[in-house]
């Protein structure tokens, strides 16, 4: 069973900084891509940033982009986003999603979700 | 980026009811279409890939069907736990884009 544990969430004030961390089981992580993936209070779905499964690849929305950084360690099985210059906007709760396939990024399962608020 | 544009924002219906969704994207994603369910606090599920492949356990009065820019998410007869809020999305190239949601209450 595929098993997406989000870490690393909490209170920061604008212009700080977090690391999410994912823990992932159940499948062989470093054959897909990840994603992550956030939701504002109340608000709907925004894509945020996907990586191959090799990390040789990373694409980012724009209105993260030069801000934030995704990672993985494959030899961990945990995904990473390094979340810096943080926006009051930046609140919501973060998911990491697992591809469907071992091609291509897309988001088929996802983990609970760990909150991100940002506020002075 | 491609613009995905879902429609109604928010229905009402019944136990038993037809309800169809639709989703317009900015350009041609075939076949690129995915369909989430939410329920409040609990993370997004799949429901249909790839414009109209059934997730595995989704019931089968979920279908998807659409091509080029057009999609439809169709439930058959509503049941009571179908009332949540559904999004569709891109996977056709980065960024992925998401629906803005459809809120199906009773």
């Known amino acids: 069973e595929v098993q997406l544990v989000e870490s690393g969430g909490g209170l920061v004030q604008p212009g700080g900084s977090l690391r999410l961390s994912c823990a992932a089981s159940?499948?062989?992580?470093?054959?897909?891509?990840m994603s992550w993936v956030r939701q504002a209070p109340g608000k709907g779905l925004e894509w945020v940033s996907g990586i191959v499964d090799s990390g040789g690849s990373t694409y980012y929305a724009d209105s993260v982009k030069g801000r934030f950084t995704i990672s993985r360690d494959n030899s961990k099985n945990t995904l990473y986003l390094q979340m810096n210059s943080l926006r009051v906007e930046d609140t919501a709760v973060y998911f990491c999603a697992k591809a469907r396939a071992t091609i291509g990024i897309s988001t088929q399962e996802w983990g609970q979700g760990t909150l991100v608020t940002v506020s002075s | 980026d491609i613009q995905m544009t879902q429609s109604p924002s928010s229905l009402s219906a019944s136990v038993g009811d037809r309800v169809t969704i639709t989703c317009r994207a900015s350009?041609?994603?075939?076949?690129?279409l995915q369909w989430f369910q939410q329920k409040p606090g609990t993370a997004p599920k799949v429901l249909i890939y790839?414009?109209?492949t059934l997730q595995s356990g989704v019931p089968s009065r979920f279908s998807g069907s659409g091509s080029g820019t057009d999609f439809t998410l169709t439930i058959s007869s509503l049941q009571p736990e179908d009332f949540a809020t559904y999004y569709c999305?891109?996977?056709?190239?980065?960024?992925?884009?998401f629906g803005g949601g459809t809120k199906v209450e009773i």
């Open positions: 350009q041609s994603i075939t076949p690129y």
């Open positions: 790839t414009t109209s």
């Open positions: 999305q891109q996977s056709s190239r980065t960024p992925l884009t």
């Open positions: 159940g499948f062989t992580f470093s054959s897909y891509a």
